[in-house]
């Protein structure tokens, strides 16, 4: 099956200020608020970091829809791949879901636009089917680009901060592929 997620071992702090939100759902985080040490590791890979988000999930969140980052399909409905890198904290023992999405489904596109003005695209989860789960905590590597959804079941806030993974020249977004190419020479860097 096509990998959806890669945790990685990087011992780096992502904010110079990691005082969290807890009144909103989405918040943009300036990119003066980048850890500079992040930025520098990210660019020695050609790796630009062009927009980063806080979600936060209180407890007991969930959701009736999945979506896919970005919202644009190509002419069958299918999605590019992309990549975000991902720091998550608070409780650890939420879910997140990918979901796989029958081609009629597909063909009916649903656009909505976060609260910070991005668009992107949602599917009803009772039209979904469930390919992959798992437990994310800290860094790792995040597939965008398939249709996914987070849960918090716990009694404990949770916290993703979520970094768009671009590269440095064309301002491409990266498929997950070229992204973990790119971030595991800076991984072994770390070690
Ligand atoms: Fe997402």
Redesign the pocket.
Known sequence: MRELYYILDLDIVPLLDMRLPINARHVDIPISNINPELIRLLSSVDIEVSHQSFFYSYPGFKRDSC???GGITDIDGDWPSRA?LNFVLGDTNTITTWYDVPADIKKCTLLNTTSIGHR?QYYKLKDCIEIASATLAGWHLFE?GVP?AVLNPTLKPRWAI?LVMKDIFSNEWLSYIECKTRILKLDHLSH
Do not use: I, N, Q
Request: no cysteine; aromatic share 12%.
């Open positions: 979506h896919v980052d975000k992107y965008a996914h979520s």
